[in-house]
């Protein structure tokens, strides 16, 4: 079993940064992928972004040049999300897939955390 717990989430001013976390604990394998999705009231749930523990990364076009992903060796996946727009407001989930590649599919990932909202203010 894999648990996901994101933190970080809160209300900035348009132009403003904000870092999400993304705690992964349980048992992972060496090409262990962590996406980052986000669903605002009244729309699908869309992708962010997503990285392998090998370092592969993608990126929604909406949010490339804003957003970036990274993670460390505490198997911890971060969003650092620059320049917040008001349609970047939504509650932010991760998911972790136990293998396979950064995919941009919601149903390619087999664990999710609880999400956490982002409220970006004009």
């Known amino acids: 079993q894999v648990q996901l717990v994101e933190s970080g989430g809160g209300l900035v001013q348009a132009g403003g940064s904000l870092r999400l976390s993304c705690a992964v604990s349980g048992r992972t394998f060496s090409n262990y992928a962590v996406g980052w999705f986000r669903q605002a009231p009244g729309k699908e749930r869309e992708f962010v972004a997503a990285i392998t523990w090998r370092g592969n990364i993608a990126y929604a076009d909406s949010v490339k040049g804003r957003f970036t992903i990274s993670r460390d060796n505490t198997k911890t996946v971060y969003l650092q999300m620059n320049s917040l727009k008001s349609e970047d407001t939504a509650v932010y989930y991760c998911?972790?897939?136990?293998?396979?590649?950064?995919?941009?599919?919601?149903?390619?990932?087999?664990?999710w955390g609880q999400g956490t909202q982002v409220t970006v203010s004009c």
């Open positions: 998911a972790g897939r136990l293998y396979g590649s950064t995919s941009r599919y919601d149903d390619a990932y087999d664990y």
